[in-house]
């Protein structure tokens, strides 16, 4: 659960592969739904090697998108649930 947009460094992982993710900005909508924008980073290298952005609302994700290097990958809940997510290769 993502209690506000104020979290700053937080970490993804995609097919086994795990991310730093840095907030960049945020836009609030209404008192509880807001996007995070943020940069992805290699964990071992500290590079930047791509963007993520979330869309949350009432304290849960309800879709994201993650474009790492050439890659883009779509975010999205899992029915009934906060704690898990499909995540699409598009």
């Given at each position: 659960m993502?209690?506000?947009a104020?979290f700053?460094?937080?970490?993804?992982?995609?097919?086994?592969?795990k991310?730093?993710?840095?907030?960049?900005?945020?836009?609030?909508?209404?008192?509880k739904?807001?996007?995070?924008?943020?940069d992805i980073?290699?964990?071992?290298?500290?590079?930047?090697?791509?963007?993520i952005?979330?869309?949350?609302?009432?304290r849960?994700?309800?879709?994201?998108?993650?474009?790492?290097n050439t890659?883009?990958?779509t975010?999205?809940?899992?029915?009934?649930?906060?704690a898990?997510y499909?995540?699409?290769?598009?």
């Amino acid at each position: 659960m993502i209690q506000n947009a104020n979290f700053e460094l937080g970490y993804i992982e995609i097919f086994s592969t795990k991310y730093k993710v840095i907030k960049t900005s945020t836009e609030t909508y209404f008192s509880k739904n807001f996007v995070r924008y943020g940069d992805i980073y290699d964990i071992s290298t500290d590079k930047k090697i791509g963007t993520i952005n979330f869309i949350v609302s009432n304290r849960a994700v309800l879709e994201g998108t993650a474009r790492i290097n050439t890659n883009t990958y779509t975010i999205s809940q899992v029915a009934n649930t906060t704690a898990y997510y499909h995540i699409k290769k598009n």
